[in-house]
């Protein structure tokens, strides 16, 4: 059957492409101060990162000092011992998204990702000095979500890819100053860099002669999406209650990000899975703009006796910020070059507990809680799921002396799982409130091992 009005099919599918693309962007920022490695929720979903603190669920502000306090809590870079420490971590990612692409709802599985974000920090407190001062540069998230030869409608010819290539990396430089014995307070001044690559597909119920609910299938790609903003900083305090317990704060200010890149087209061909020559656009300029949010992270650390400690950490992320992400790009001209995004994501809460028992190779563990941020009619097989995610974490690290020096191995693993069903409200064909979203099944996994050494001089 053919149609009988190809502008009007032209200008819906064009359309089409436009939400798309828009969709592909909602992952861009990702993850800015963050470190989720594997997925994303908003833009990111648990903070896991360095050797020594992965294996505690990630809990670093209330203790942390020396290089590795650039990231976690600045406060921390005036240690309590003068003298440098030169910080390196590597954290090797595997990460597998599943979840329903296609018209049949059929449950996809991506491509095994393997990532391996990295950080050289670097802190020096001087002696007889209430100072201290850190540099560095990391790797603090990213996601990689590859979904090959997906097949829109059973057949051969409309074979396409979706996917996520996020990577995010900063380099910082900060300052503590200790007010007394107990208390310190930190800043660390952050450039974000983001770059990103997605390909994403959307559709669009059209009205006859398709009948019987068929939908037209738009696949966009933006690739080499980069972005710098240096307008970017963490506050951080950290005080002593007592010899036995220790709080940490930190304040992560808002990032505003524009990526420019490349955008392109493709639509095909609901009745026999062609593409669409004239309905499509290829290597068209794109600008994607949103917001990171502002974060604050409120840790403890209590010694129960000298075989253990306690530590609890929470972390409240605004992402009811980021009510929409826009983009423009000639390749969306039906809409004037321009269109948005409802994301209407919820604030995200990850809630961390762990205990570390002491010996000379201490046993680290730890669990994280993280909410529900991403609406069920916004689920899409290469974000995280509408759900709750679980991380649990076991480590352990030692310190070796050299004189007046000191080398510290920490390792830690980590495996996170979370997953949502989508079916209640559907609309007719499968597709879930605005249209993008397919019933079924959303989960990720990710495997993640935290290695890190530290030489103190």
């Given at each position: ?12 599918t ?11 962007v ?38 942390m ?46 491509k ?5 974000p ?35 409608f ?34 660390a ?98 600008t ?9 992270t ?125 079916g ?26 935290h ?7």
């Amino acid at each position: 059957m053919e149609c009988t009005n190809a502008s009007t099919q032209k200008t819906k599918t064009m359309t089409t492409g436009a939400r798309i693309a828009l969709s592909a962007v909602a992952g861009l920022v990702g993850s800015a101060v963050v470190t989720t490695t594997a997925h994303a929720a908003g833009f990111e979903k648990s903070i896991v990162w360095g050797g020594r603190s992965a294996g505690v669920a990630g809990i670093a502000t209330p203790y942390m000092q020396g290089a590795d306090a650039l990231y976690f809590n600045p406060a921390g870079l005036a240690a309590d011992k003068a003298g440098h420490t030169l910080s390196f971590n590597i954290s090797p990612t595997s990460s597998q998204f599943k979840g329903p692409i296609n018209n049949q709802n059929t449950e996809e599985t991506s491509k095994s990702g393997l990532l391996t974000p990295l950080g050289l920090t670097y802190g020096f407190t001087p002696s007889e000095s209430s100072w201290g001062f850190g540099l560095g540069a990391y790797v603090s998230g990213g996601s990689n979500a590859h979904f090959e030869n997906v097949k829109f409608f059973g057949g051969e010819s409309d074979k396409t890819e979706v996917k996520t290539d996020l990577q995010i990396m900063e380099i910082a430089a900060g300052a503590a100053y200790r007010v007394s014995d107990d208390l310190k307070i930190g800043l660390a001044w952050r450039v974000v860099m983001a770059q990103a690559n997605f390909a994403f597909a959307s559709r669009s119920a059209l009205l006859p002669p398709f009948p019987g609910g068929t939908v037209t299938i738009a696949n966009a790609k933006l690739s080499g999406l980069k972005d710098t903003e240096a307008a970017a900083f963490r506050f951080g305090a950290q005080y002593k209650v007592s010899e036995s317990t220790e709080l940490g704060l930190t304040f992560r200010s808002e990032v505003n990000l524009e990526a420019t890149g490349k955008a392109d087209l493709k639509v095909f061909n609901p009745m026999t899975g062609a593409v669409l020559p004239t309905a499509s656009a290829t290597d068209k300029d794109a600008t994607a703009r949103t917001t990171f949010p502002m974060a604050v992270t409120l840790g403890a650390l209590h010694k129960l006796n000298e075989d253990w400690n306690l530590l609890g950490e929470y972390v409240w992320t605004q992402y009811s910020r980021v009510g929409e992400i826009n983009v423009e790009s000639d390749a969306f001209a039906s809409t004037g070059g321009k269109t948005s995004l409802k994301t209407e994501w919820a604030d995200q809460h990850n809630v961390r507990v762990a205990a570390e028992y002491l010996s000379p190779w201490p046993v680290r563990f730890g669990y994280i809680w993280t909410n529900t941020v991403t609406k069920e009619d916004h689920a899409r097989a290469s974000f995280t799921p509408p759900g709750p995610a679980h991380t649990v974490t076991l480590g352990t690290g030692k310190a070796f002396e050299f004189g007046e020096q000191n080398l510290r191995f920490d390792a830690a693993f980590e495996y996170t799982t979370t997953s949502g069903d989508v079916g209640n409200g559907a609309a007719a064909g499968g597709n879930a409130v605005g249209g993008d979203t397919r019933n079924g099944k959303y989960s990720v996994n990710a495997y993640v091992a935290h290695l890190g050494l530290t030489y103190s001089f």
